[in-house]
């Protein structure tokens, strides 16, 4: 039964995280398409509170439960090459999110905030392409996992 559990904490993790990066990515576009102020106000603080949540609490979904199915069935982490690859591909993604993506985010509502839409507009573009750029490298994770 803990396994099932597991396997479903592990499977829920992917639905939300992922289903938030698309989701959040298609939304956002709809919005910031609009040129209307309060939908970039609204979007930028949707955007982070998605992620703090969804993208966040996916993550954990995955890799806690992950990492402990990994024990449980006594699994090599280093010589189960779906494991490793997909740990790779959310570890790429997980890097440009910290590392540019939030960065982007808390631009897009100080300039959503400040009425600057030609600094929003920048801050978007760039958060939207390397947004889906992330987003391969979790879709490829997902393939493997299944695929394995």
């Known amino acids: ?28 576009h709809w919005a910031v398409s609009e040129d209307k102020e309060a939908l970039r106000r609204c979007a930028a603080r949707s955007i982070l509170k998605a992620d703090i949540f969804l993208t966040f609490v996916g993550g954990g ?7 402990i199915m990994v024990a449980r069935q006594d699994l090599t982490f280093m010589s ?20 540019f993506l939030i960065p982007d985010q808390l631009r897009m509502q100080k300039h959503a905030e400040a009425q600057d ?6 801050a978007y573009r760039r958060w939207s392409s390397l947004g889906w750029f992330a987003t391969i490298p979790l879709i490829y994770a997902l393939w493997v996992m299944v695929a394995r």
């Open 1 to 28: 039964m803990i396994d099932v559990l597991l396997k479903f904490l592990h499977i829920l993790g992917a639905v939300l995280m992922v289903g938030n990066v698309i989701t959040t990515g298609l939304w956002a």
């Open 61 to 67: 979904l995955i890799v806690v439960p992950g990492m």
């Open 80 to 99: 189960t090459p779906w494991i490793v690859q997909g740990a790779i591909a959310l570890s790429v993604s997980t890097l440009v999110w910290i590392v």
């Open 117 to 122: 839409r030609e600094a929003f507009v920048n």
